[in-house]
C-alpha cells in the first residue's frame, strides 16, 4: 500500500502576515492545500494563493474574532460581539442552531471568493460531536471531503460516502518537529495509506505574536516547507506521494 501526504496549511485570512507566508510556501515550497478562515475581511493575497493552483478548502470558525452573521448568534459572542475564546467555552455556551447558521453562512460568503474543495475547523472543534455533525452535513451538501480526527468521525463520513482521510496526524507542531530533521524524520514513519497533516506556516510581525499563541513557529515551519532539501526528499522518495484533498477516492 502507498503513502500518500495531504499536507494542509491552516489560518490563511486571520493576519496578512500569516498569508503571506501561506503563499509564498505554495509558490516556493511543497504546499498543495490551504484552509481559508473567511470570518475576517477578504485577504489581499488571495488572488496570488489562486494563481498557485493551490487546493483551497473552507476553515469553519466560531473562535477567532467575529462572526459573519448579525444576528441569531448570542450564544457564540461575548458582550464586544467577538466569538468565544475557546473550544471549551463553545461547547458550554453554544446553541446547535445558531452554530449552524453560522457557519452556513461563512461556506456562503467563501463561495463569493473562491470554490471551497474541502472543509475543516478552527481549533479542533470538530471534537465537539454535536459542531462536528453540523460541518459532516455541510461536506455533504457541497459535496466535499472532510477533515476527520478520530475513527468515529472517519465511520461517519464513510457512511455518508464522504471523502476523507485514512489517517489524521498532528506530528508536524513544535520544535524539533517543524524543522527539516524533524519533518524529514516524521515523513520516514509515515503509515500507509491517506495521512492528512496540517500545518501553520507564515510570516510573523507584532500583530501575529499579540493574536496568536502559535507564532514565531510559524516562521520555522515557512522555511522548512521551502527548504529545497525537502523538495528533493520527495522527488527521491517515490514511495510517498503529496497529494489533494480531491484526490482521496470514493469509498468503494
Not at 494542509?8 to 481559508?36: M, P, W, Y
Not at 466569538?83 to 445558531?98: P, Q, Y
Not at 462536528?132 to 476527520?148: S, V
Amino acid at each position: 500500500m502507498s503513502k500518500k501526504l495531504i499536507l494542509a496549511a491552516n489560518d490563511f485570512g486571520l493576519f496578512e502576515a500569516i498569508d503571506k507566508g501561506i503563499t509564498r510556501a505554495c509558490r516556493e515550497g511543497v504546499l498543495k492545500n490551504v484552509a481559508i478562515v473567511n470570518t475576517t475581511k477578504k485577504s489581499k493575497f488571495l488572488k496570488a494563493l489562486r494563481r498557485t493552483k493551490t487546493e483551497l478548502g473552507i476553515q469553519l470558525n466560531a473562535t477567532k474574532g467575529k462572526p459573519i452573521s448579525k444576528n441569531g448568534i448570542n450564544s457564540l459572542v461575548d458582550n464586544q460581539g467577538n466569538f468565544l475564546k475557546s473550544g471549551r467555552d463553545l461547547m458550554l455556551n453554544a446553541k446547535t442552531k445558531e452554530v449552524e447558521r453560522e457557519f452556513h453562512t461563512q461556506v456562503k460568503k467563501a463561495k463569493e471568493s473562491f470554490e471551497p474543495r474541502w472543509i475543516c475547523c478552527s481549533d479542533e472543534m470538530e471534537n465537539n460531536p454535536k459542531i462536528f455533525k453540523i460541518a459532516l452535513e455541510i461536506a455533504e451538501l457541497e459535496k466535499i471531503p472532510i477533515r476527520t480526527l478520530f475513527r468515529w468521525q472517519k465511520d461517519a463520513a464513510k457512511a455518508k460516502n464522504i471523502k476523507t482521510a485514512d489517517h489524521f496526524s498532528e506530528d508536524f507542531y513544535e520544535e524539533p518537529s517543524i524543522t527539516l530533521p524533524g519533518f524529514l524524520k516524521i515523513l520516514k514513519n509515515l503509515k500507509n495509506g491517506i495521512t492528512d497533516m496540517p500545518c501553520r506556516p507564515g510570516s510573523i510581525n507584532k500583530k501575529v505574536i499579540e493574536g496568536c499563541q502559535y507564532s514565531w513557529q510559524r516562521e520555522i515551519e515557512l522555511s522548512t516547507l521551502v527548504n529545497e532539501k525537502l523538495k528533493m526528499f520527495f522527488k527521491e522518495n517515490q514511495s510517498i506521494k503529496l497529494i489533494k484533498f480531491s484526490e482521496i477516492k470514493n469509498y468503494e
